[in-house]
């Protein structure tokens, strides 16, 4: 009679796997319209903060170039001028119907964001594109290898917890947690940059290059990029090493832990299959969450090796007022990390078969 | 015929800042092949400690403390369990000496399969993928479950499957012992009964022996043949299951076998008071701050585990030479 009941169970078992995968499927779909939607979401805000600021930007702007130029104030010539300006940016619509005009431009028009206020009539997309290469290449690649660094550290570290070494481990990796990034990287331009002169202190590449394909450029390039990526790397993959360390040690509490260990499996292949595994996980989910938080840390390091992203392209705008191209780039920013953060909630059904039925 | 596991003297303790709390005191135990043998008692009486200290996986802050333990399998062969350094000990693990820990019912690990789950260390053994894919179904099989629940993820099984499982894999290599901590403790009456009845038909057919952990004289009563009773660390009363049922020594035992609820849900006199924690085990006997027979003696003199006739063991100074002839 028991192995009646039992065999049922089997079978519900397997139909609980079809229902399984028309559940990462449904998982997949609605995560998918909540990142839509939170892309809506921050669009919009976006869009107001900066319209709400106080302050005609277009003033701001006028007044500037009067002052910069030592000129008089011609006070018609200045209004038609900024009537004209007002015009072209659709800023004497009512509000609403510029926030639609927006949306519709930027989802119809192909990212249409509009023009720069400074640089007009180039396209704030287009600026922004031109940064872009240098911020997702010095933030990803930055993230990236602290995250596989950070894991694989935080890893050996939690397992070998007892020992001394681990220890030491644990208060450097904390120190060096909570250090600034920007004193991170003021840190290793003074030092390593200038006291040293061991590596590049600032600029994109050397300054007597050109971009070109060549041996040269590419290598000036990468040497300026190690300082600035090394900042990044040490503040969040230190991070990254302690969250992992903590994520083994409570695996390593658990119960099927102390089954694998009484099984005999070799010390190995309990770390790799038992303890790594489960612990990698939320450590997915956790490179979802920091992408986010890290991204500012990103811009001021641009900003401090001089080097032509999205930060130093903010800052810049900051200082003349743009307010569309400081839209843009808040804007790309939000996009670059729910993006990464899809994709992260996409690929952690394949690791966790318990999201498949939870979620 | 040699014990199959002989413990001697097996002390093991909790590491404190300074010192070392014992958790169990110098446990004399002779497990005979093909037995089932219960341990019984209240809970923190150190079963588990006990448990993982034969099966050589305590964790810090648990310590070993002193003691031997010899296995003597069929071949001839003998292990000192406790000099043996850990890759020996591992050859032993499932192939002679399984494991199933109390809570065992979360001992799977959720992320894999349960085909990986089993056959991982018949690999690990030297099987192909083959044979020990075809000694996990046959195992599956004692404990009456489908072949099929090898592609099954954990959480997709109920408590009883998962904890059918467990005992499929700790036999798949047909070990010479299992230990097994809490078998039944989670699980409804219905469930409980029928894992103890394939557990005892896994000991006629594969001819293991069965070291049984329990707080439950229920279980105990159910499928042991012999009973160890544990009170505070230390071994009160060992015989067989009949024996102790029917005339409990050790007033603890008498206690224990008075608070197993009987036909018509009645307890009769249950024990009174708590039992100690090894922070705070009494002097003498330790079972004196609750025993209703304590004599003057029993708080200062601890009684030693002594014979008492065909195969019973008590450790109670009401039973010692002296006491019985001043009696
Ligand atoms: N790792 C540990 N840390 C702290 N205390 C512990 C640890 N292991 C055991 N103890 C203590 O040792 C005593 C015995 O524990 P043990 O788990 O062996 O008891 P048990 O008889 O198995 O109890 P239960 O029936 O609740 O499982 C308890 O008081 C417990 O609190
Ligand atoms: S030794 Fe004394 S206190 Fe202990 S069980 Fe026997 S009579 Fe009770
Ligand atoms: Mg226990």
Redesign the pocket.
């Known amino acids: 009679m028991t192995a009646k009941i039992e065999a049922r169970a089997g079978e519900s078992a397997a139909e609980g796997r079809d229902a399984g995968r028309r559940e990462v499927l449904q998982y997949a779909l609605r995560r998918f319209g909540v990142y839509l939607f939170t892309l809506w979401a921050a669009i919009t805000v976006a869009f107001f903060v900066f319209r709400l600021v106080p302050g005609d930007p277009m003033n701001i702007l006028l007044g500037n170039l009067t002052r910069a130029e030592g000129r008089q104030r011609d006070k018609a010539a200045e209004e038609a001028l900024i009537a004209h300006y007002r015009e072209i940016f659709g800023m004497d619509d009512p509000l609403p119907l510029q926030y639609v005009n927006y949306l519709r431009k930027a989802v119809l028009g192909g990212l249409d964001l509009g023009p720069s206020f400074v640089e007009y009539p180039a396209q704030t997309k287009d600026l922004v594109f031109r940064r872009m290469p240098w911020t997702i290449g010095i933030f990803t690649t930055s993230v990236l290898l602290a995250w596989l660094v950070g894991t694989v550290l935080g890893a050996l570290i939690g397992w070998l917890q007892r020992s001394r070494l681990s220890q030491l481990a644990v208060v450097i990796s904390t120190l060096l947690q909570i250090t600034p990034v920007y004193l991170v990287a003021l840190g290793l331009i003074i030092y390593v940059g200038y006291t040293w002169r061991i590596l590049p202190a600032g600029g994109p590449y050397a300054r007597h290059l050109q971009p070109e394909w060549t041996w040269e450029f590419i290598s000036s390039l990468l040497t300026h990029a190690i300082l600035p990526m090394l900042s990044n790397m040490i503040v969040i993959g230190a991070g990254f090493t302690l969250g992992m360390r903590a994520l083994m040690i409570s695996v390593l509490g658990e119960d099927y832990l102390t089954f694998a260990r009484a099984k005999g499996l070799s010390p190995f292949t309990v770390l790799k299959d038992y303890a790594f595994r489960n612990a990698l996980i939320p450590q997915v989910t956790a490179l979802a969450i920091i992408v986010g938080a890290t991204l500012n840390g990103t811009f001021i390091i641009e900003v401090l090796f001089q080097l032509p992203g999205l930060g130093t392209l903010f800052v810049q705008a900051m200082g003349l007022r743009d307010f569309n191209t400081m839209q843009a780039v808040v804007l790309f920013s939000i996009f670059a990390v729910l993006t990464l953060t899809l994709i992260v909630d996409l690929a952690l059904p394949l690791l966790d078969p318990r999201i498949r039925r939870t979620a | 015929m040699p014990a199959l596991l002989e413990i001697r003297g097996l002390s093991a303790g909790l590491q404190g800042r300074r010192s070392i709390t014992q958790v169990v005191s110098h446990v004399d135990l002779d497990v005979q092949r093909g037995e089932i043998l219960g341990v019984v008692g209240e809970s923190g009486c150190g079963k588990s400690t006990l448990a993982t200290a034969i099966m050589r996986l305590l964790v810090p802050p648990q310590v070993l403390q002193s003691g031997s333990m010899t296995l003597r399998l069929k071949d001839g062969k003998s292990y000192e369990l406790l000099d043996l350094p850990e890759a020996d000990l591992r050859q032993l693990r499932w192939r002679h000496l399984s494991y199933i820990p109390q809570g065992s019912m979360n001992s799977l690990n959720p992320v894999l399969r349960i085909e990986r789950q089993m056959t991982d260390i018949l690999i690990q053994h030297g099987l192909t993928r083959e044979e020990a894919l075809k000694r996990s179904i046959a195992a599956l099989e004692l404990v009456n479950l489908e072949p099929r629940l090898l592609d099954s993820y954990p959480h997709e099984l109920s408590g009883g499957m998962r904890q059918r499982v467990i005992i499929a894999a700790a036999v798949s290599m047909r070990p010479a012992l299992i230990v097994a901590d809490e078998l039944t403790t989670a699980l409804d009456v219905v469930t409980q009964r029928q894992i103890l009845q394939e557990l005892a038909g896994i000991r006629d057919e594969l001819g293991a022996t069965i070291l049984i952990i329990t707080h439950d004289m229920g279980v105990v009563a159910q499928i042991a043949d012999r009973v160890a009773v544990m009170y505070a660390g230390k071994v009160?009363e060992l015989g067989t299951v009949n024996g102790i049922f029917e005339s409990p020594l050790?007033?603890?035992s008498q206690g224990l076998i008075g608070s197993i609820p009987r036909e018509g849900g009645q307890r009769v006199e249950g024990l009174p008071g708590e039992a100690p924690s090894p922070w705070n085990y009494p002097a003498?006997?330790r079972?004196?701050s609750r025993?209703p027979?304590?004599?003057d003696?029993?708080r200062a003199e601890a009684?030693a585990l002594l014979p008492q006739g065909e195969g019973r063991w008590a450790?109670?100074?009401?039973y010692e030479p002296e006491v019985l002839s001043n009696a």
Not at chain 2, 315 to 318: G, P, R, S, V, W
Request: aromatic share 10%.
């Open positions: 009160a050790h007033p603890y003498g006997c079972f004196h025993c027979h304590v004599i003696r029993c009684p450790a109670c100074h009401l």
